[in-house]
């Protein structure tokens, strides 16, 4: 299962890359404005930024909602750096442009999938992966990990190539269930990737360890 991590924050972006387990990025224009990137210009910068710190693909979202300018924007993004992955919404307009994408082997990563009938159109456009939103599912009383599930079980039916990418994850047990399930990738911030360090029987058997080191070298 690959780790990318989901923020625009260059800090936690290089702190992940340092651990060594880091696949990607993936960012929305919300955790851009969260970060103060704003401007075109600005934002440009910033993936070519963030591509320059991690080895694999990172998603940029596009802000259009039309067919043509989706296109123009995500042929933009995806000419500032070969990691680039277009970002493109669940929409009807969206799914044509997958398609193009998909046709000029441009990488797009399907956003704000919240259905099984949404994961199958954006397999059916090519989508190199799909983003459904767990953590938002759940918000809402809808058992987020059940779509993961569902989507596994229709993409191994068609054999379909899409790379189902769990997102809108928000802690740890996100990503161990999403692992169970079989996704291919989870996004998630950096507390919930650092969180699978933790467990206080690792942190006393270390702590014995040294103590009785010391103990028998002193
Ligand atoms: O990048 C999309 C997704 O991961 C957003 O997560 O926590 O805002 O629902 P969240």
């Known amino acids: 299962m690959k780790f990318f991590i989901d923020t625009a924050n260059i800090e936690q972006i290089k702190e992940a890359q340092s651990l060594g387990i880091l696949d990607g990025v993936t960012t929305n224009p919300s955790l851009m404005a969260k970060e103060g ?26 802000i259009s909602t039309n067919y043509k300018e989706i296109i123009s924007e995500g ?34 990563n399907c956003t704000l999938v919240f259905s099984l009938g949404q994961a199958i159109l954006a397999a059916k456009a090519g989508a190199t992966y799909v983003s459904p939103f767990i953590g938002r599912l759940d918000d809402f009383s809808n058992d987020g990990l059940n779509l993961i599930k569902e989507i596994k079980k229709v ?24 692992s169970k399930l079989g996704a291919d990738v989870i996004t998630g911030p950096l507390n919930s990737i650092t969180g699978l360090f933790n467990h206080p029987q690792t942190d006393l058997g270390l702590e014995k360890f040294l103590s009785d080191y010391k103990k028998g070298n002193t």
């Open 37 to 62: 990137i704003t401007g075109e210009k600005k934002i440009l910068k910033h993936y070519v930024d963030i591509c320059e710190i991690v080895d694999g693909d990172v998603s940029a979202e596009v």
């Open 75 to 108: 042929e933009k993004l995806a000419n500032l750096h070969s990691q680039i992955v277009v970002k493109v919404p669940m929409i009807k307009d969206g799914i044509r442009a997958i398609k193009y994408f998909t046709e000029k082997n441009i990488k797009t």
């Open 155 to 178: 993409y191994h039916n068609y054999n379909y190539k899409t790379l189902i990418l769990a997102a809108s994850i928000r802690h740890t047990m996100h990503i161990i269930n999403c």
